[in-house]
């Protein structure tokens, strides 16, 4: 169990930036994301720290270690890649044997630890079935198992659930969070998908364009996003232009162009918000935190949108022609419709003040 620390890392592919100035330190034992859209980094980034690319400047320490220019079978990894690479020829035990031979163990070692794997990973009964005689959701659970087999320092997966459908992602999300807990091993995780990292995650990496936006645990990330990109990728978020009216104490009124006056609190910000009056500042507010009824700050609106999705209710509500998403747990009532006046309150501290 290793801790992996990036220091100035560039990566130039021809004059295009893969990855621009990166300094990341991630703790031994911890379960560590690079959460961004296509095209970030964050893939480069990995296979920098795998050791298939060699940063264009920068250090990557694995501890005090410099693994910077260091082979990728010397680095004592395992890694799970996002189409698995099994050997369809091979049965289960020996796709998950194969890192085992490489490294000379014998045969009685490689048996034992092969059987202990499997079990860990609930293929107990699978070791003589072939690849292609496997669910989707088996064969992740293959190259999970032949990565964690040979005992890694440090355990890389790049997008390993995107093969899988919604209901067998979840499980394999629970199974590989699960694993990790238990093995305490460093694990660096690449995804695009922001409710992973959320449910997975002890920190998030956020990126964009090769750089690094924001790092921070779920609920850093979630509820004090440093700019806009954050705060809308990262979940849903009303983003709306408004200028600093008045400051007092703690108390903060915004307004927007067409009148829509709101009350946030000064603490609510990001550091790079300019929070001074006259300033315009962008506020993100979370669709689930609008209430139905009157408030702190009362609005009224009218419906322009429902979308029933079972365990919550959607609304997109036009206020002063501004549209606002709220969401709503379904209680089982009756839904409001299109059209219908609707009066809504967004308490204080749900308004963030962002920077750009």
């Known amino acids: 169990m290793k801790g992996v620390r990036l220091k100035d890392i560039t990566k130039m592919f021809g004059n295009v930036h893969g990855v621009k100035e990166l300094n990341i330190d991630i703790q031994p034992g911890e379960f560590f994301t690079f959460l961004g859209p296509s095209g970030c980094g964050k893939t480069t980034t990995l296979r920098m720290i795998a050791g298939f690319y060699y940063p264009t400047e920068g250090k990557i320490f694995f501890d005090d270690r410099d693994v910077t220019t260091l082979q990728p079978n010397k680095r004592n990894i395992g890694m799970v890649f996002q189409n698995y690479a099994l050997f369809p020829h091979m049965t289960v035990n020996e796709n998950i044997a194969f890192g085992l031979e490489v490294r000379k163990f014998s045969k009685a070692e490689i048996k034992q630890k092969v ?25 992740q659970r293959v190259a999970l198992a032949r990565a964690l087999v040979i005992e890694p320092d440090i355990l890389l997966l790049d997008e390993p659930l995107s093969n899988l459908d919604a209901k067998l992602r979840e499980e394999t999300r629970i199974e590989i969070k699960r694993l990790q ?3 305490g091993v460093t694990t660096i995780y690449v995804t695009h998908d922001q409710t992973e990292a959320m449910a997975m995650s002890d920190r998030i990496m956020v990126m964009e364009n090769g750089y ?18 954050v705060s809308t990728f990262i979940g849903e978020s009303n983003t709306i232009e408004m200028t600093i009216t008045s400051i007092d104490g703690e108390q903060v009124v915004a307004e927007t162009g067409p009148g829509v006056s709101l009350r946030g609190r000064l603490t609510n910000s990001s550091p790079l918000a300019p929070m001074h009056v006259g300033e315009t500042v962008h506020v993100s507010i979370r669709p689930e935190s609008i209430q139905l009824g009157g408030g702190e700050n009362g609005l009224t609106g009218t419906i322009k949108f429902v979308e029933f999705t079972g365990m919550s209710v959607h609304y997109l509500v036009d206020i002063s022609g501004i549209t606002f998403k709220m969401m709503s747990i379904n209680t089982g009532g009756e839904l409001l ?7 809504l309150n967004i308490p204080t501290r749900s308004l963030y003040f962002l920077g750009e």
Do not use: M
């Open 337 to 343: 419709e299109v059209g219908d006046a609707i009066r």
């Open 115 to 139: 059987d202990q794997v499997r079990e860990l990973v609930r293929l107990g009964q699978y070791g003589e079935r072939k690849i292609n005689e496997l669910s989707g959701g088996q064969q």
């Open 212 to 229: 690094v936006q924001q790092i921070g645990t779920p609920q850093e990330i979630y509820n004090r996003p440093v700019n806009r990109f």
């Open 181 to 183: 807990a238990e093995l």
